[in-house]
């Protein structure tokens, strides 16, 4: 059952494809107010959802925001991340239910933060729809909500490969270099993208002809070699006179303007940029048109980057905080005021005034951003997937983004944005997953090593063999952090046989993601969606079923040995020791301690189920598809419906394309 409820006047977001008629009945555990509502928590409840977040797949006892934010030092006590997924399901003993609200602006969800027992979610605008879905279980909560929101996005079928990115390969002979040490070393790859320095000045849809002189050649060099070079695509547009792209924005007053109706000036990578109104339809179109300029030179893929949108500054702050600087200069920096002076110099990047200071043309209004502050970064991405309808029409071509809000899982996946290499982000990876695909994102991953500070081989490793379940499988790292690419370890050869599973489970992943898309379920899910009756496994939050027949336990501390895995019901554990398998055991229901190699991966195949593994290959067209071996658990046989496509075509479907698999 879902209910809708229009409160005040809210602005048309698109988040929802498929509106419902507006509910007369109240919901009465529900006090719902223009600012919001709160609902009564009982000890054992879980709330689920809330998209790209910090913390736990159960999201009780923390206070979140739905402000999206580059932030890339998060940790535990951040508040948002970069995108804003305000969808989350409340399970409890006398009811499950979810809620969806819509509204572009900030939102507080303070989840037992307050009060352990009270959840309230607060909102700056009191405009907004919202939507409450009553249902048995999470999964049917899930499953209608996605019927509300809109089929997800789906990427090509080599976007399912391995990818290896850095910030930056400054030049096509590093470019190269790096497709060399992998098929050298006869490590799989499908991808190596593209950072900011491939662009001239950092401006969007240029490239920098000096470093990378035969773009072109380069492209269709790395085609023969089974691998695609992705493009970054950035938010702001640079101020350059004589740039065609600044000016026919200026022009056609397709940027954000400031309150006296200027062009709106901030700070990004090349110094001062306008941002294009992407909420304005016109300048959307014009913006997606420009992905031709990439199209056209044989790009199958980009990411959309900086759009939440990320400040470095604005001039006005830039100005007032050199003018604060200046009395400083004769002060004697003391325990009051060097704090001041500190707060002050980081106060200049994403400030909140800034985000108030600046308009764009929604509809024909003149609308604050703060307003419409989370729908940036899906309406980049929308302006430029809407063009790749027209510009390459029927293909499926590689998107994702960095900032998004529920709506954009229909046009691009998501990364999970500046992570570091540390452990905990290795398990919040993890934890992301499932949250994300409650809200439609299904192509989605992290930054495979951790994006800032130096990662070591034992957690590229053990990140590794969580990565080779993830959809979206990237390694990436930061300027002037320690190179992280998979060759470059001591123990390259583990790299190699991890990476090398991948290309074994390809069948099995691609068919659960494209089943979990066109069938709006979840690609990975929580223990206690398909044990909510089992305490413990409701509880466990560093293991994760993909799919319908495995769940993962992977390893997440540093120099563990292994690591103790809870098993619902009896279920049979494979173990790979690279890309083969070494061992393979029934174990029966309970907590047990295995031992993990660094170069091991272990998963657990439920009752019932199969597991269809390919050959491998070094890229995804060498995968074969039809010769595959069968694991499985299943004494008293059993089906898997597996799922294939020509992995291109933008029309997919499951008739005709589901071959079922028996043992
Ligand atoms: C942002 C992106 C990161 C990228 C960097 C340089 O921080 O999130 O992935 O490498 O910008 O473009």
Not at 98 to 127: C, R, S, W
Not at 232 to 257: A, H, L, M, P, S
Not at 526 to 549: N, Y
């Amino acid at each position: 059952m879902i209910k809708r409820f229009v409160v005040g006047n809210p602005l048309e977001t698109e988040a929802i494809l498929n509106k419902v008629q507006m509910s007369e009945e109240k919901i009465p555990y529900l006090s719902v107010t223009q600012q919001g509502f709160s609902y009564k928590l009982e000890p054992e409840d879980i709330v689920y959802g809330l998209g790209e977040n910090v913390r736990g797949i159960n999201k009780r006892g923390w206070i979140y925001e739905s402000n999206c934010t580059d932030n890339p030092f998060h940790q535990e006590d951040t508040r948002s991340l970069y995108g804003a997924h305000n969808f989350l399901i409340v399970c409890g003993k006398e009811r499950c239910f979810g809620v969806f609200l819509d509204t572009p602006a900030n939102v507080t969800f303070d989840i037992g933060y307050t009060h352990f027992d009270e959840m309230k979610i607060t909102l700056t605008q009191p405009d907004y729809e919202l939507y409450v879905l009553e249902c048995e279980t999470p999964e049917e909560i899930v499953g209608e909500f996605r019927s509300l929101i809109g089929p997800s996005y789906l990427p090509p079928k080599w976007a399912f490969g391995f990818g290896q990115c850095r910030w930056s390969y400054f030049t096509a002979q590093e470019v190269r270099e790096v497709a060399r040490g992998h098929r050298e070393n006869h490590i799989p790859i499908d991808m190596i993208y593209l950072d900011i320095d491939y662009m001239e000045r950092y401006k969007d849809f240029t490239i920098d002809r000096e470093t990378f002189p035969d773009f072109e050649e380069l492209v269709e060099e790395m085609r023969q070699q089974g691998i695609r070079l992705v493009p970054i695509i950035d938010g702001g547009v640079k101020v350059e006179k004589g740039y065609d792209i600044y000016e026919e924005g200026v022009v056609n007053n397709y940027f954000c303007k400031d309150a006296e109706g200027n062009d709106f000036v901030v700070g990004v990578w090349p110094g001062k940029c306008h941002f294009p109104d992407m909420l304005n339809e016109k300048a959307r179109r014009w913006f997606g048109r420009k992905y031709q300029f990439l199209l056209e030179k044989g790009i199958e893929g980009f990411w959309n980057d900086m759009n939440e949108p990320a400040i470095f500054y604005s001039e006005n702050r830039l100005k007032k905080i050199f003018e604060q600087l200046e009395t400083y200069k004769s002060t004697n920096l003391d325990v009051n005021t060097f704090f001041q002076f500190q707060d002050l110099v980081r106060s200049v990047a994403n400030n909140p005034e800034d985000y108030r200071s600046f308009y764009h043309n929604f509809r024909g209004k003149k609308i604050c951003h703060d307003k419409v502050h989370n729908l940036f970064g899906y309406y980049m991405t929308r302006s430029a997937s809407e063009a790749f309808e027209e510009l390459a029409p029927g293909k499926r071509i590689l998107m994702f983004s960095r900032s998004s809000y529920i709506g954009m899982h229909r046009y691009s996946g998501v990364w999970m944005g500046d992570n570091r290499s540390w452990w905990s982000h290795l398990l919040m990876n993890l934890k992301m997953l499932p949250s994300l695909n409650m809200c439609g994102f299904l192509y989605t991953g992290a930054d495979i090593g951790g994006f800032g500070s130096d990662a070591t081989e034992d957690l590229v490793l053990r990140w590794l063999a969580l990565g080779i379940f993830m959809p979206l499988m990237r390694n990436h790292s930061a300027n002037g952090t320690r190179r992280q690419e998979a060759y470059l370890w001591d123990n390259m050869a583990a790299a190699r046989g991890i990476i090398g599973l991948r290309y074994r489970l390809l069948p099995y992943i691609y068919s659960e993601f494209m089943k979990a898309a066109l069938k709006n379920e979840m690609y990975g899910r929580p223990l206690g969606f398909e044990w909510p009756e089992d305490t413990i496994a409701v509880r466990t939050e560093d293991q994760m079923l993909i799919g319908e027949s495995i769940m993962i336990a992977p390893v997440y501390e540093q120099n563990a040995a292994g690591r103790v895995v809870y098993l619902p019901e009896e279920m049979k554990m494979l173990r790979f020791s690279g890309t083969e398998l070494a061992e393979e055991k029934v174990l029966e229901k309970g907590h047990h301690y295995l031992e993990i190699g660094l170069n091991e991966v272990v998963l657990f195949v439920k009752k019932g189920h199969i597991l269809p593994l390919a050959d491998g290959g070094e890229c995804v067209d060498q995968v074969d598809w039809e010769n595959l071996k069968l694991y499985h658990f299943a004494p008293q046989g059993a089906d898997y419906e597996l799922y294939d496509d020509d992995g291109v075509s933008a029309a997919a479907v499951l008739e005709g394309h589901i071959r079922l698999l028996k043992v």
